[in-house]
């Protein structure tokens, strides 16, 4: 069997740098929550509030990948623990502006915010047709939200931020990967635990038209050189009976960490494209 190294994300932080994700995080909740609060009480349209929910709790999770790149964190449990926290207060915060604009009143103490909710849960605060949630429904109702709001940020953060690559020599975050292909598909034989990178020097240009071709991602310390990675994808195109044209992307290998001479010799393929 071969063994292969791919890159992972070293776990080391300061406590300098967890302030500064901290603080980025928080305080873009802070700023973008008496638009989230201002959004769900002017529009009358409960589905699209819904929207609005989700779409708060992703910004949520890319602020915090913001800040953990910020501060230079690589940790991702610790980075995951900042989008819980940031969106807790995101959560809280939100309640504290949409109490503004119901009232014209800053309430920020919780349990000041708890009595005004426990009132408002008794009379509801919206209505879906001839339907206005009251009681135990308008609490699990928030109780949804805030877990939407807090799921969403830490999700949005596991996901994106553990395919972040961090050069621990030069203490710099890695560009955007650089696309190449789409290439000839990989003979199937390749595509086992025997799979050398090597094999895709082989490759040929192909047309975006080929039922199945091979997409390759390549990233690399701009610095130093030395830390050189590979994605292998295959792009598979199907067609349905009414001549509609799919495309499903499968990752067949992620972030292998390869040698600098691979790295140019596959980058250069690029110019079997054109």
């Not at 994700?21 to 700023?31: G, H, K, Q, W, Y």
């Not at 955007?176 to 003979?187: S, T």
């Not at 038209?209 to 701009?222: D, F």
Request: glycine fraction near 6%; charge should be negative.
């Amino acid at each position: 069997m071969i063994d292969k190294n791919y890159y992972s994300l070293s776990g080391s932080f300061s406590l300098l740098g967890l302030c500064i994700a901290t603080f980025v995080s928080i305080a873009v909740a802070l700023l973008i929550s008496p638009i989230y609060a201002a959004a769900l009480y002017f529009i009358p349209f409960v589905f699209l509030n819904c929207f609005i929910t989700f779409g708060y709790g992703v910004v949520v999770g890319l602020a915090t990948i913001y800040g953990c790149k910020l501060g230079k964190v690589r940790s991702l449990p610790i980075a995951c623990a900042v989008a819980l926290l940031a969106a807790v207060l995101a959560d809280y915060f939100g309640w504290v502006f949409w109490i503004f604009f119901a009232v014209n009143n800053i309430i920020i103490l919780p349990s000041d915010i708890f009595l005004f909710l426990s009132s408002l849960a008794e009379a509801g605060s919206w209505s879906i047709g001839d339907s206005t949630p009251t009681g135990t429904l308008l609490y699990l109702i928030w109780i949804a939200e805030a877990i939407a709001i807090i799921l969403l940020a830490i999700v949005v953060t596991h996901e994106l931020f553990a395919d972040e690559i961090f050069c621990e020599r030069c203490q710099k975050w890695l560009p955007a990967p650089v696309r190449v292909g789409p290439l000839e598909a990989l003979p199937e034989k390749s595509l086992t635990s025997a799979f050398l990178p090597t094999s895709l020097l082989d490759l040929q240009a192909v047309t975006t038209s080929e039922p199945v071709s091979t997409i390759l991602e390549l990233r690399q310390c701009p610095s130093c050189g030395l830390v050189n990675l590979l994605t292998v994808k295959a792009e598979v195109k199907s067609q349905d009976k009414r001549g509609k044209i799919s495309s499903e992307t499968l990752t067949l290998e992620h972030n292998l960490l390869i040698d600098s001479d691979l790295f140019k010799r596959l980058i250069g393929k690029r110019n079997d494209e054109n």
